[in-house]
């Protein structure tokens, strides 16, 4: 069957359209990204603008046609922390829905976590044992944690890359002064929900998933190939050295350097500070990047259902 995805998330609209039946891996057949930053239109009543409503349901639109031209057969949607917090997020999924079609179904932050860390631990497999998850959206973080499919422990925080950004580092490049205080409270979040890991065994491998994470993974992590397969990995130290290069850096500077796109741009520094204070927090050296995160997670989710009858 073809299936498409529609990820409505806080900095882009993004389709994945996959040909898959339970069993096999999902086949890639094409993709269709808008890049909105549903951040930057949030209102001091954290509503989202008019202007941001009707980019949002144009892009949604735009992504329901193209599924149809593309003959998919069955389109699920989802929208994550961007709507899932806005005050008028309800009135807002009613009108993409009377004017796309398409009902999104919104996850709530430990929703993400466990279908992110579902597509971790498939892409990794069982003999990557047990898995700490750092998945960094625009709106949030999410850490979860376990041996199986689906995590023991998960946490979601407010500190994505664009939600960091926009309510911290005002400035283009950020102030040095900004920067300290998104560190300071990005250690104290992280630091607030760390004992819910404290108790477990120590995690077999450390995986970061997410384009941010892939981003700052490119610019400051090393690749190595084994068995055919090249994977990425970050430590601490080398994104250390790396952050303050890249905050002292206008946005449309970063662009320069190796990984980081114009759409990551605005909001890499914020999604580095995150990350690194993450690592910190929870005495993490290095980390191993996954390609696949919470699309490829809701695919996986899909294809399971059609062999069980359990909802997604």
């Known amino acids: 069957m073809r299936l498409g995805v529609l990820d409505v998330g806080s900095n882009t609209v993004h389709m994945v359209v996959v040909d898959a039946h339970p069993g096999a891996n999902p086949a890639p057949y094409s993709l269709h990204k808008s890049v909105l930053r549903l951040m930057r239109h949030l209102q001091p009543d954290g509503s989202i603008s008019p202007e941001g409503v009707t980019r949002l349901v144009t892009a949604i639109g735009d992504a329901v046609e193209a599924a149809r031209a593309e003959h998919v057969d069955d389109l699920v949607g989802i929208a994550t922390s961007a709507v899932r917090e806005a005050t008028n997020g309800p009135e807002v999924l009613d009108l993409i829905e009377q004017r796309t079609g398409m009902h999104l179904r919104v996850l709530d932050g430990e929703d993400e976590a466990r279908l992110t860390f579902l597509a971790v631990r498939r892409w990794f497999g069982w003999s990557s044992g047990r898995i700490l998850l750092i998945d960094i959206g625009g709106g949030s973080l999410e850490l979860a ?167 997604l």
């Open 145 to 311: 944690m376990g041996p199986s499919e689906y995590p023991i422990v998960s946490r979601s925080v407010p500190l994505g890359a664009g939600r960091t950004t926009v309510a911290y580092l005002h400035d283009d490049p950020p102030t040095k002064a900004q920067v300290r205080r998104l560190r300071r409270h990005a250690y104290e979040v992280v630091s607030d929900v760390s004992d819910a890991f404290a108790g477990m065994p120590h995690p077999d491998h450390v995986i970061g998933s997410s384009k941010t994470i892939r981003s700052l993974a490119r610019l400051a992590g090393d690749e190595v190939t084994i068995g055919g397969r090249t994977t990425q990995w970050l430590r601490r130290a080398d994104l250390k050295r790396w952050l303050p290069r890249l905050a002292a850096l206008p946005a449309e500077r970063r662009t320069e350097l190796r990984g980081v796109t114009a759409e990551r741009a605005f909001q890499i520094v914020g999604g580095g500070i995150v990350l690194h204070q993450t690592m910190k927090a929870l005495d993490i050296d290095e980390l191993e990047v996954s390609p696949w995160a919470l699309r490829e997670g809701v695919i996986l989710r899909y294809l399971d259902s059609m062999e069980t009858g359990a909802d």
